[in-house]
């Protein structure tokens, strides 16, 4: 390269050294700053930050158009992404197969291909649907209630549009976010079928699924998860402008880390409903109805147990501290709760049952969720080993209180350890016991005078909100379905088993 004088080659030089010293601060720009605990998912490109302060003296001297960009917009992190692809992976594998063998083995031989059926067909439903319009209600800013249809057939998401984390200038593909949550929804449809499993028609379980999951499930997860993101906080007056978009519960600060509320809770609730609407099978109580295969039950538990890792710790919706901690937190209290149920049914029955581990395992699964990037492993220990014992009573004693057949005690243990967790998370997550507290994004650090009281009150405050809005919309669209399809099948068909009457299939050849 040649120069026509001596000016020009220090021009050179100088732009040479900015754009090495930019090169250089570039890894430390890209690092993850720590994970910041938040109530959950967030939604929407979050505003640029800031780039870093420019440029040494020698690039100073060079001329304004040969400087380097004054801002750039941040950028997802591979580790991250491929994180939240991962987690996705394995909410997947929760639902199929993992809740599908998980009730398949509960149920009698005879309807084994019919909850397998259910399962997969109404995941399949509600994620398509969250595609067409889900995602757009429930994670766009339109009433502390309910987002709005603007990103309607996923409107305006390509491959570069970034959706926020919970660290300021951390972000993450949209799209990837879009398909992790689709997944969530998927499943907690998927759960309620086992509450009134063995005598629903098909087509009864599709049409309630579409109608819960637009009236129930989307208000709720608007509701509990939806704000601005946390680049969006800079002083106290953008604090406020967020919390009046944000969803209704979050504005309220509830905790709920991965779907104590949005998932169990409302899933359970509705299961309830739906056992009560729906009756009891025929020979409730007097004839037997055991699980046909227990080992299938174990299978589908053990993949649930895997797949929750990427429910609990992919939440964190980055590849941080936080999500090790919720690893951590989910494997403890599953742990935890496997032992307290085993041990306590051991005590109350003489035996333990390969029933009450599994059954253990998944109430300690549920109970952690809202907590697990809140509360340290000492808090996870105390839920786990409760919840044990409280959805073994939820199960036994208060399932027979309530007179329904929820044939596969979704509320005793999806509902009852859910309303344990959420309430629990407000305790545990005081770091005076070893939890995250609420981090303050005005300040950029964990807020002082954590307040057990106050926030147990808040965490209350989102139990009760979600258990009325999910009883009442459940009520409404069991009858709507009642109305015009039915709800149940035919004496003779429960009686010879859904396999064959529904799906002219049998599980088993004899």
């Given at each position: 390269?040649?120069?026509?004088g001596?000016?020009?080659m ?19 720009m ?19 930050v800031?780039?870093?302060e420019?440029?040494?003296a ?8 040969d ?6 917009a ?17 909410v997947?594998?929760?639902?199929v ?6 009730y398949?083995?509960l ?11 259910q399962v ?6 509600i ?33 570069d ?46 049409l ?13 997860a ?10 969006a906080i800079?002083?106290?007056?953008t ?12 504005a ?30 025929i ?7 055991a ?23 992919g ?32 005590i ?6 390969m ?21 340290g492993?000492?808090?996870?220990l ?12 939820g ?8 007179g329904?057949?929820?044939?596969l005690?979704v ?22 016991l ?5 981090y303050?994004y005005v300040?950029?650090?964990v ?9 147990v ?7 009760g ?14 009858k ?8 149940r ?15 002219g299939e ?5």
């Amino acid at each position: 390269m040649r120069f026509k004088g001596e000016r020009e080659m220090k021009r050179f030089l100088s732009i040479l050294c900015a754009t090495l010293a930019i090169g250089l601060a570039a890894p430390v720009m890209a690092e993850d700053p720590p994970a910041a605990p938040a109530a959950v998912a967030a939604d929407a490109a979050p505003a640029a930050v800031a780039a870093p302060e420019a440029a040494p003296a020698a690039a100073e001297a060079a001329p304004a158009a040969d400087a380097a960009p004054a801002a750039a917009a941040p950028t997802p992190n591979k580790g991250d992404t491929t994180w939240m692809m991962v987690s996705t992976l394995l909410v997947l594998m929760m639902a199929v197969p993992g809740l599908a063998l998980f009730y398949g083995g509960l149920v009698r031989s005879k309807n084994m291909l019919s909850i397998l059926m259910q399962v997969m067909t109404v995941f399949s439903v509600i994620v398509v649907l969250w595609f067409i319009y889900g995602y757009s209600l429930a994670f766009t800013a339109g009433n502390p209630f309910i987002g709005t249809l603007d990103k309607l057939f996923l409107k305006g998401i390509t491959a570069d549009s970034v959706a926020a984390t919970f660290s300021k200038g951390v972000v993450i593909p949209e799209l990837v976010f879009v398909v992790f949550q689709s997944t969530f929804a998927g499943i907690t449809a998927a759960l309620i079928i086992g509450a009134f499993a063995e005598r629903v028609k098909f087509s009864a379980v599709v049409l309630f699924s579409v109608l819960w999951f637009t009236f129930s499930y989307l208000p709720v997860a608007h509701m509990v998860w939806y704000w601005d993101g946390p680049d969006a906080i800079t002083n106290a007056d953008t604090l406020a402008t967020v919390t009046a978009n944000a969803g209704f519960l979050w504005a309220k600060g509830a905790l709920d880390f991965a779907g104590g509320t949005v998932v169990h809770i409302n899933a359970g609730v509705a299961g309830l409903v739906g056992a009560y609407m729906v009756g009891k099978r025929i020979g409730y109580g007097r004839e037997s109805m055991a699980p046909h295969s227990l080992v299938m039950t174990m299978v589908g538990a053990s993949l649930l147990w895997v797949g929750w890792f990427g429910f609990n710790a992919g939440s964190n919706l980055e590849a941080t501290g936080t999500a090790v901690m919720a690893f951590a937190t989910t494997l403890l209290a599953t742990a935890a709760a496997t032992c307290s149920w085993l041990f306590g049914e051991w005590i109350m029955k003489g035996k333990p049952s390969m029933l009450g581990a599994a059954s253990g395992a998944v109430a300690g699964l549920v109970a952690i969720t809202p907590a697990c990037g809140f509360v340290g492993p000492m808090g996870a220990l105390v839920i786990g080993l409760l919840v044990g014992i409280v959805c073994l009573w939820g199960v036994n004693g208060l399932k027979h209180m309530l007179g329904a057949d929820d044939a596969l005690d979704v509320f005793g243990v999806h509902g009852v350890g859910g309303i344990l967790g959420a309430i629990l998370t407000g305790v545990f997550a005081s770091p005076s016991l070893g939890g995250s507290g609420i981090y303050d994004y005005v300040a950029n650090k964990v807020g002082e005078n954590y307040d057990i009281m106050g926030q147990v009150i808040i965490q209350a405050t989102a139990v009760g909100t979600t258990v009325i809005w999910t009883a009442v919309v459940s009520f409404i669209s069991f009858k709507l379905v009642d109305i015009f399809i039915g709800l149940r099948v035919p004496e003779d068909e429960e009686r010879e088993g859904l396999d064959i009457t529904s799906h002219g299939e049998t599980a088993y050849r004899v």
